[in-house]
């Protein structure tokens, strides 16, 4: 097997020895051989979260999608309006699998739509902010939604559209909530810039502002999954049966209220490191919630996280409960494990998406055998590959400087530690990571390859030299590795299957790619290149 004689320096080079000096040094730095951590126990450096160099393929979006579509679009009932040109509106219309289950049939759910302003030349020339007032008027008279989100796309920063003081005219006129987010497509150099500017919106005009708990001895947050193929609807179902409360999601199946109170949860809980890490540390800082990472990707992983939850709480009843939850769920996994196991065992897969699906995912391809080569975040930060330690050694550039990072002060009414210092200290010194996160590298074999930010030409050759059993990306990237002959599973949104999370989705999950990794239909592709390497517009003209 190629993979067997293929040392990965050889690899690494490979990769880049078509690029230009400049280029291939650059590529060079994100491109990481895994080793095992020093003495300090630090990895390897990867350069990350910077511009991705012009005249190569990306796979990365833009800090709008980031802001309205990942953060924002899976709530259902705060109307979010898109300022700017259609094509912006349009291409952030639910086309990601988020799904949600309002209370009622006439409680209100807004996803389904897609509200914006339409600006033309005109705009451009003479300012949008007339038009955009009149478009929150009109969907006001239309939805009377509790409160409206305005998303920004890159003219509104360029023409200098005051969003924000729409925003609050429109709060006083309409005496809703109403507030601005300022992420033009351009800031940032992905859609990791939009997080950031979601989270500090969502975190300064709506979490805090309703008191009042809901029932539960065993309340958290869980930060940073969205819902996709109906992933938060399984651990809903988990949490529900270890008796733990879940006050809010960020922001799968969400709603405007559950943010409102998250304030009051006693714990928060983080799926994706990446895309909410900031909110976890403002509400620590500002209201004393301590965080813990999570994986409910995986049922061994979905099994550790509920222990980790029951560790914190530290309640011998809900200890035994998680217990027994994940006793009764973990003997279906088992058999299901056991079924495909004999033939997914040793097959390789090689996984590029976001922010951290390409470390979660890790974790079920582990459970039933498959080993991963290859894999690396679309825009990940440092402390995504390497682990939190290495947060104070980041450099901060123009880029990253240009996203606010809000002053977090304890709120002088509503800020309770949780627990006493002395408590926290003993359960860390029990193992309980609070506030850390070990990073893709640490859950990696040695000798893998790290590359951050793939582009679309390095995908081409590692297929060409490894062979990989499954390949994991997004819609961009999967006819083209399939014309290679290898099966494409997309984890951005499961290819309108899943659910993947927690225990359930763990089977389903083995069962699809049992099903892809083995089927032979993909040893008869010949793709078209291999045919005729010729363009198809000369082809056809001899
Ligand atoms: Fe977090 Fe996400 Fe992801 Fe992400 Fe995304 Fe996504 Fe993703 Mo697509 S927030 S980093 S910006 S887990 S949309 S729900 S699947 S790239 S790996």
Known sequence: MATETLRPEDAKRALTEAYPTKAARKRAKQIVVNAPPDAEGFRPPILSNTRTTPGVI?????????????????????????????????????????????????????????????????????????????????????????????????????????????????????????FAFSCEGYKGVSQSAGHHIANNGIFEHVVGTRDEPPGGKFRINLLGEYNIGGDAFEIERILELCGITLVSTFSGNASYDQFARAHTADLNAVMCHRSINYMAEMTEEKYGIPWIKVNFIGAEATAKSLRKIAQYFGDPDLV??????????????????????????????????????????????????????????EFGHRDDYEGRKVLPFIKIDADSRNIEELDVEP?????????????????????????????????????????DDITHYETERLIELYRPDVFCAGIKEKYVIQKHGIPMKQ????????????????????????????????????????????????????
Not at 326 to 344: G, N, Q
Request: glycine content about 8%; overall charge neutral.
């Open 320 to 377: 035994e409960r998680v217990e027994q939850v994940t006793a009764d769920e973990m003997s279906r996994v088992r058999a299901v494990i056991d079924e495909v196991r004999p033939r997914t065992e040793g097959k390789t897969a090689m996984l590029f998406v976001g922010g951290s699906r390409a470390h979660h995912y890790q974790e079920l391809f582990r459970e039933i055998g498959m080993r991963t080569v290859a894999a690396g975040y």
């Open 411 to 451: 709120d002088p009414e509503r800020y309770r530690p949780r627990k006493p210092p002395e408590e926290l200290e003993a359960l860390r010194a029990q193992g309980l990571d609070l506030g850390e996160y070990e990073g893709l590298m640490a859950d990696m074999e040695e000798g893998s390859l790290v590359i």
């Open 58 to 178: 990306t796979q990365r979006g833009c800090s709008y999608a980031g802001c309205k579509g990942v953060i924002l679009g899976p709530v259902r009932d705060i109307l979010t309006i898109t300022h700017g040109p259609v094509g912006c509106g349009f291409y952030s219309w639910l086309t990601r699998r988020n799904q949600t289950r309002p209370p009622s049939e006439d409680a209100p759910n807004y996803m389904p739509y897609a509200l914006m302003t339409d600006m033309q030349e005109n705009d451009i020339v003479f300012g949008g902010e007339k038009k955009l007032r009149k478009a929150i008027r009109e969907a006001y008279e239309i939805f009377r939604p509790k409160a409206i989100a305005i998303a920004a796309t890159c003219p509104v920063g360029l023409i200098g559209d005051d969003i924000h003081a729409v925003a609050r005219d429109m709060k006083e006129e309409l005496g809703i909530n109403v």
């Open 491 to 542: 984890l951005h949104n499961y290819d309108y299957h899943g659910p993947y999370a927690g225990f359930r989705g763990a089977v389903r999950f083995y069962r699809e790619i049992d099903r892809m990794a083995s089927t032979r239909i993909w040893r008869h592709v010949t793709p078209p290149w291999a045919q005729d390497p010729r363009p198809e517009t000369l082809r056809q003209a001899s």
